[in-house]
């Protein structure tokens, strides 16, 4: 069946413009994590949904970030006024509940803000 | 708090050495779940295996095994007569409490043909 899928797979932009990441879940996970993945460094935790509620966006970097999800579908992520920081693999995961099951990554956004 | 500690940067072993990958947890909840997985170079993670707490046995799948040893808060990750498509940067995670999965930092593995 099909897998978790996001788009655009690779995005250059210009520091201060916005940009919307989406995320699209495999069908029936009611769990969605957003992850941030630095060159050559391990997964940080953004943000969880469970639907399309978000439980905790404490780990969204600044007000800049912010996510939103549509029931137990799509997810989108929005980067407002870029920063060069900004710039790294942003990896979309679900899975069919939280908890004790194995999560499905996506294959990622790469942003790359100049 | 909980915490995945996974020490060993990188390793580099020759094609059909055996290699363990360690993975050491943190938590104070008695149940808890964890996880390996593989993102090779194409960057896509895979998830390899889950472990509940309360299963101490071993497992082993062809040539992959793991290790879970409550005892050492460990959970190490072993590949017999490793290949080079076994390259790629191993993650261990722990979920226990809340919703979140707590990565390791990762292991990047290379293996030499």
């Known amino acids: 069946g099909a897998g978790v899928s996001q788009s655009p797979s690779n995005k250059v932009t210009e520091k201060g413009k916005d940009v919307e990441l989406r995320c699209d879940p495999i069908?029936?996970?009611?769990?969605l994590y957003w992850y941030r993945q630095r060159l050559g460094q391990g997964l940080e935790f953004l943000i969880y949904f469970q639907g399309n509620s978000a439980p905790d966006k404490s780990g969204l970097p600044s007000d800049r970030f912010s996510a939103e999800r549509t029931g137990e579908s799509v997810s989108t992520l929005t980067i407002q006024r870029t920063q060069q920081e900004d710039s790294a693999v942003y990896l979309c995961?679900?899975?069919?509940?939280?908890?004790?099951?194995?999560?499905?990554f996506g294959p990622g956004t790469r942003l790359t803000v100049t | 708090a909980q915490k995945v500690t996974q020490a060993q940067t990188e390793i580099s072993v020759v094609e059909k050495e055996d290699v363990t990958l360690d993975c050491v947890y943190e938590t104070r909840d008695t149940t808890y779940y964890l996880f390996w997985y593989k993102q090779p170079p194409s960057g896509e993670l895979v998830f390899l295996i889950r472990?509940?707490?309360?299963?101490?046995q071993n497992e082993i799948s062809g040539r992959y095994s793991w290790n879970f040893q409550k005892s050492t808060s460990s959970f190490n990750f072993t590949i017999t007569a490793s290949q080079v498509v076994d390259s790629a940067v191993y993650f261990c995670a722990l979920h226990a409490g809340t919703y979140k999965y707590i990565f390791g930092t990762g292991t990047r593995l290379k293996v030499l043909a």
């Open positions: 069908s029936g996970h009611t769990a």
């Open positions: 472990r509940n707490s309360f299963d101490e």
């Open positions: 995961a679900s899975s069919l509940d939280q908890g004790r099951y194995e999560q499905y």
